[in-house]
Nanobody
């Protein structure tokens, strides 16, 4: 059983930065696809960034501002978010899938709230 625990969310002003972290326990972290989804109030959940065997992907709205990375020695995946905008406000979820199915991940974290407001 894999457990994912996110941290690093909070309130930030437009243009600010946050770094989300997600620590995984159990499972085979180094060979798993990892990703970050987000869900804004009243909106559909969307895949923001993913790191998988085929490479790294971002949705267009965060390209050049967000960076996903991982530290396999620490079983941790990060999402560095710069140039934050109010439309980035959402609950952010860390995900992991041992079979590289990053579009339909098996494991989810509990979510961390990111609020961008002045």
């Amino acid at each position: 059983q894999v457990q994912l625990v996110e941290s690093g969310g909070g309130l930030v002003q437009p243009g600010g930065s946050l770094r989300l972290s997600c620590v995984a326990s159990g499972g085979i972290f180094s060979r798993s696809a990892v990703g970050w989804y987000r869900q804004a109030l009243g909106m559909q959940r969307e895949l923001v960034a993913s790191m998988h065997r085929g490479g790294i992907d971002y949705i267009d709205s965060v390209k050049g501002r967000f960076t996903i990375s991982r530290d396999n020695a620490k079983n941790t995946v990060y999402l560095q978010m710069n140039g934050l905008k109010p439309e980035d406000t959402a609950v952010y979820f860390c995900t992991l899938d041992p079979w590289d199915d990053y579009g339909n991940p098996r494991y989810w974290g509990q979510g961390t709230q990111v609020t961008v407001a002045s």
